[in-house]
């Protein structure tokens, strides 16, 4: 019996309709359930194939808790390792030296406060004044501010000058905080990524109330939506992320990646809605039996982004030549 298991919190609609919907679908030797922990020892396989991961990007116990499965044949969605290492600048960056895909300019900012068991002597290397007016201009104002792997729009700023900018800066306290272009848009999406195959464009307003954000309706054309769906790919497939949101704003007819790293994306019925909730629920069921069934007990089962497969593919030893054949 292979099983697939979902670790949750306080999230109810999604988990519950995942069991369901796998164990509706009747695989043989395949069932789901809500994951249970009674103790964690080194080694020990979790005795899952598949865990679908909604809670550790706030649990740290259940981050080492994966890791841990992971090490021991585990299919994690998503890559505990990866997502633990990455963040929304080096995402960033990724976006524009490997894959490729249009980013808002975006700089990286010290911490406002010096970092516990840090003083002044700590930062040798850091440039006194900053150059802020570099900075300002090139990125423009407005823009936003936001923790450099954050999320949820804790911490977010917007920003109408350079006053503005230091007065918010004042409040960040020991996050390293990103500034960013703010992109005036024609149109938003957000769109769901699984399994770096299956994608879902979603038509998407963040100006309006929570509850209506998933009624817009904007009237683009099939050649952007599918340039949409493309760059959902590239991004999920070259950040290895096999449970994703990808955010784009249209702007002048391009689409440009906001927000594209989510370890647990919205997947609430009362947020995202019903229809968006169904397609989520059944495509998430499918890929994880999917990986159930593809699991190979005590190896690695993760997802690994092309970055990272590329990057060991380029540091392996060339393939030795053939040896010419003998003489008779």
């Known amino acids: 019996m292979k099983k697939i298991g979902i670790l949750h919190g306080e999230e109810r609609s999604f988990p519950e309709a995942f069991i369901e919907r796998v164990n509706s679908k009747g ?3 395949i069932i789901a359930e809500a994951v249970k922990i009674d103790k964690v020892v080194q080694g020990e396989p979790s005795g899952y194939a598949v865990i679908i991961d909604r809670i550790s990007q706030d649990v740290p116990f259940y981050r080492a808790y994966l890791k841990n499965a992971a090490a021991t044949g585990t299919a994690v ?6 997502w ?4 929304k600048f080096f995402n960033n960056v990724l976006s524009v030296t490997e894959m490729n895909v249009p980013v808002p300019k975006t700089v990286l900012l010290p911490s406002k406060e010096h970092p516990e068991d840090t ?8 440039a006194f004044p900053l150059d802020w ?22 911490s977010v700023y917007r920003l109408e000058n350079a006053q503005d900018f230091f007065e918010k800066y004042a409040e960040t306290d020991r996050l390293v905080m990103m500034l960013q272009e ?13 399994g770096g195959k299956y994608v879902h464009i979603m038509d998407y307003e963040p100006r309006n109330p929570h509850h209506l954000r998933y009624a817009a309706k904007h009237q683009v054309s099939d050649a952007l939506r599918q340039q949409m769906h493309d760059l959902v790919l590239t991004i999920c497939q070259g950040l290895g992320y096999d449970f994703n949101t990808v955010e784009f ?18 997947a609430e019925i009362n947020s995202v809605g019903p229809d968006n ?3 989520v629920v059944e495509t998430a069921a499918t890929f994880a039996i999917e990986k159930a069934k593809a699991n190979k007990p005590g190896q690695n089962n993760l997802t690994w982004g092309n970055f990272i497969r590329n990057a060991t593919a380029a540091t392996q030893p060339a393939a030795k030549a053939k040896r010419a054949p003998k003489k008779g």
């Open 277 to 279: 909730f169904e397609w």
């Open 77 to 82: 969605i998503n890559n505990p390792f990866w």
């Open 27 to 29: 695989e043989k030797g």
């Open 133 to 154: 007016q570099g900075m300002f201009e090139y990125i423009g104002f407005p823009a936003y501010m936001k923790p450099h792997s954050g999320g949820g729009w804790k």
């Open 182 to 194: 703010e992109i005036q848009f024609d149109a938003y999406f957000r769109c769901y990524g699984i």
């Open 119 to 126: 003083s002044a002597d700590s930062f040798s290397n850091l």
């Open 84 to 87: 633990s290492a990455d963040e």
């Open 249 to 266: 704003a249209i702007r002048d007819g391009i689409p440009i990646a906001i927000d594209f790293c989510n370890p647990a994306p919205d």
